[in-house]
C-alpha cells in the first residue's frame, strides 16, 4: 500500500515536496510513478523513475520545474516542484509498477496511493 503526502495551499512560484511511502511491501523492485488529476480532468503522467534512480522521464506538463528521486533505504521516493503554477493544481497520485520498463500510462501501474491534494493559488 503506497502512502502520499506533503501536498498543501501554496502561492503561485512556491514549491512543495511530496513524499509517497510504502506501509509494508519494499519499493525497491518497481518502477515509481507520479501522476495527477485535476477536477474534471483525466489522471495524467507526470514523472517516472525506475528501480535504482538512474532513469527518469517526465511527462509534458511539468516543463522542468518537477524533478523525481527516490530513497530505497527510507523505502520512499519525492516529487520536487518548483515554481507552481495554478495550473499544477490537482491530486497528485504516487504509483508502483513492477515493469523495469515504467510506463506512462495509468493501466501501466499496478499499485496506487490515495492521493495529496495540492492546491495553488494566483
Known amino acids: 500500500q503506497l502512502q502520499a503526502s506533503g501536498g498543501g495551499l501554496v502561492q503561485a512560484g512556491d514549491s512543495l515536496r511530496l513524499s509517497c511511502e510504502a506501509s509494508r511491501d519494499t519499493l525497491r523492485s518497481y518502477t515509481m510513478g507520479w501522476f495527477r488529476q485535476a477536477s474534471g480532468k483525466e489522471r495524467e503522467f507526470v514523472a517516472g523513475?525506475?528501480?535504482?534512480?538512474?532513469?527518469?522521464y517526465y511527462g509534458d506538463s511539468q516543463k522542468g520545474r518537477f524533478t523525481i528521486s527516490r530513497d530505497n533505504t527510507k523505502n520512499k521516493a519525492y516529487l520536487q516542484m518548483n515554481n507552481l503554477e495554478p495550473e499544477d493544481t490537482a491530486v497528485y497520485y504516487c504509483?508502483?509498477?513492477?515493469?523495469?520498463?515504467?510506463?506512462?500510462?495509468?493501466?501501466?501501474?499496478?499499485?496506487w496511493g490515495q492521493g495529496t491534494q495540492v492546491t495553488v493559488s494566483s
Open positions: 504509483a508502483a509498477t513492477y515493469d523495469p520498463l515504467g510506463g506512462r500510462r495509468r493501466s501501466e501501474f499496478q499499485y
Open positions: 523513475i525506475n528501480w535504482n534512480g538512474y532513469v527518469k
